[in-house]
T-cell receptor, first 114, second 110 residues
């Protein structure tokens, strides 16, 4: 089955710097790659997603890139702010995201220092 | 409010006991997924139901079972509870826009 590896497990940056989180997946049939932000004790919330027919997607300070050949995808956060501090999870699905279970990475704890 | 409703929010119970967690998906969503999140761990997929039928199984223990009812709400039953079952249990439902998670049930086994 699908396996998703996520690095780093913790990341500390200064406010205003950029943060990059990387994930690799094993199943070449995976075609949907969302990123979730989870604050302590709260539910995971979708922040951005990308499908396999797209190489890059941006939404304000957040961008995701996908390299299907290498089977890896990355989350880029620019101009980080203290409120970006949270745990970020990547995930992969073979069923396009609307149906089919998501397999999650183990998460990255991002700390943005003022 | 995500539209996915989970009850109860908190549950404290003793080892060996049995509990039932409930989830109502967003209106119109036919699928329900259950995930377990232990302390400092990622989200482990347990099981998926689609319109009342089991669709996929993940790392779900034999002590755990689930079902989805005709009104599409789902229940996750956890029995013979152990200390290691203490976790946040999330359900999610899906639409064309992807997954939406409920607020979770925090289970503490003492």
């Amino acid at each position: 089955g699908e396996n998703v590896e996520q690095h780093p497990s913790t990341l500390s940056v200064q406010e205003g710097d950029s943060a990059v989180i990387k994930c690799t997946y094993s199943d070449s049939a995976s075609n949907y790659f969302p990123w979730y932000k989870q604050e302590l004790g709260k539910r995971p919330q979708l922040i951005i997603d990308i499908r396999s027919n797209v190489g890059e997607k941006k939404d304000q300070r957040i961008a995701v890139t996908l390299n299907k050949t290498a089977k890896h995808f990355s989350l880029h956060i620019t101009e980080t702010q203290p409120e970006d501090s949270a745990v970020y999870f990547c995930a992969a699905s073979i069923n396009g995201g609307s149906q089919g279970n998501l397999i999650f990475g183990k998460g990255t704890k991002l700390s943005v220092k003022p | 409010d995500s539209g996915v409703t989970q009850t109860p929010k908190h549950l404290i119970t003793a080892t060996g006991q049995r509990v039932t967690l409930r989830c109502s998906p967003r209106s119109g969503d036919l699928s329900v997924y259950w995930y377990q999140q232990s302390l400092d761990q990622g989200l482990q997929f347990l099981i998926q139901y689609y319109n009342g039928e089991e669709r996929a199984k993940g790392n779900i223990l034999e002590r755990f079972s689930a079902q989805q009812f005709p009104d599409l709400h789902s229940e996750l039953n956890l029995s013979s509870l152990e200390l290691g079952d203490s976790a946040l249990y999330f359900c999610a439902s899906t639409s064309a826009y992807g997954y939406t998670f409920g607020s979770g049930t925090r289970l503490t086994v003492v």
